[in-house]
């Protein structure tokens, strides 16, 4: 995973390098929905319990990007932690797993490498670009279990798709906005518990975000 990253990094560097362009750096407010549907399965009695969370979170980031001539950018962002939120619950039955379970994680290490891509569209003379990009994250887990049961955290690449539009800004100098809708699907996590007792888990993560953006460009 970190290989991947640095090899990603290194391109983007040279693409900073090579294209004739400007660069860019900024602050983005973006507010995350998040969506999160897993499975524990416990060894013992072979148990599936079955969960899904949704959350909404306020989350700044800090970007860097080289724009080029016909507005296109190549650029990389900066997120910080982002909790997931959590979600409990109760069992009472006969194969020993009685107690109360919370589930439990957070995004950490979020780093986002992306793409803008101009189109011929237009809304009311707005321009249109298309956005991709990858996106690594490490899951944090920080669940609290009755079996005992605890899970690593581990690093998750997501794939991102969205579309926006940029424009200078009339004030400041070589002020820029941009405004953006992203869908990002994360690889599944899929871990077994740190104390070996056999129990297992899996889980899907997506996250669409809208956001808005203040640049300045160099």
Do not use: C, W
């Not at 009695?45 to 980031?61: D, I, L, M, R, Y």
């Not at 992203?182 to 077994?192: I, K, P, R, W």
């Not at 297992?200 to 669409?208: F, H, N, Q, S, T």
Request: no cysteine.
């Amino acid at each position: 995973m970190r290989k991947t990253i640095t090899i990603l990094l290194s391109f983007l560097f040279l693409s900073f390098q090579a294209v004739k362009a400007e660069i860019g750096m900024g602050i983005t407010g973006a507010l995350h929905f998040l969506d999160a549907s897993g499975t524990e399965t416990t060894k013992e009695s072979g148990e599936k319990n079955n969960g899904s969370h949704s959350e909404e979170a306020v989350v700044p980031e800090l970007f860097i990007e080289s724009i080029t001539e016909n507005g296109g950018a190549i650029g990389i962002a900066f997120i910080p932690t982002a909790n997931m939120g959590s979600k409990s619950r109760s069992d009472s039955n006969s194969d020993g797993d009685t107690g109360s379970y919370k589930a439990e994680a957070e995004l950490k290490n979020v780093i986002q490498i992306y793409g803008d891509i101009p189109t011929p569209l237009d809304v009311a003379s707005y321009p249109i670009y298309a956005k991709v990009g990858i996106q690594h994250a490490t899951i944090s887990t920080l669940e609290s279990l009755n079996s005992g049961s605890t899970y690593p955290d581990k690093d998750v690449l997501g794939f991102l798709l969205g579309i926006g539009t940029k424009g200078n800004l009339a004030f400041g100098d070589n002020l820029y906005y941009k405004a953006e809708a992203t869908y990002v699907e994360f690889q599944e996590y899929s871990a077994g518990d740190e104390g070996g007792l056999g129990n297992r888990v899996e889980a899907d993560l997506e996250d669409i975000a809208v956001k808005f953006s203040i640049g300045k460009k160099f």
